[in-house]
């Protein structure tokens, strides 16, 4: 499931391809995924940044190829809910980088590695509980 709020450029290409990717956002990411999150989708400059990008696998979908997770997703049904959008999608491929996968690493030791990101309202929490900013080069 992917809920996505608002009028927004990403929510029409996925009414209209039936497709999309969900990437595991990390530390090293994360300033490129907050300025994706809060620029203005129909904003024409918004794509002309230095950011690496592949094509998903199985769908023809854009991945951010430094991330070590990604879902390559088909929309199966959504449901509206006020200004928000609830997309129940069929996972059709999933991209894992070797190490996350590694278990001869201890899960302490992949986490360290992979530095996942959460957010909750515009805050950033790394995955040992403690803020981080989308602006901070040094995390």
């Not at 049904?77 to 980088?97: A, Q, T």
């Not at 515009?122 to 989308?134: E, I, N, P, V």
């Amino acid at each position: 499931m992917a809920c996505i709020g608002g009028e927004k450029l990403t929510k029409d290409r996925i009414h209209a391809a039936k497709v999309f990717s969900a990437n595991l956002v990390t530390e090293e990411i994360l300033p490129i995924a907050d300025y994706f999150g809060n620029i203005e989708g129909y904003n024409e400059d918004k794509m002309k940044v230095d950011v690496e990008f592949e094509r998903g696998r199985v769908l023809n979908v854009p991945i951010l190829s430094k991330s070590p997770w990604v879902y390559e997703l088909e929309v199966d049904r959504s449901v509206v809910f006020d200004e928000g959008e609830v997309f129940f999608c069929k996972i059709r491929n999933v991209l894992v980088d070797d190490y996350v996968s590694d278990e001869s690493l201890s899960i302490e030791r992949r986490m360290n590695i992979i530095r996942p990101v959460q957010s909750i309202r515009q805050t950033y929490f790394r995955w040992d509980g403690t803020m981080a900013s989308a602006f901070d080069k040094t995390a």
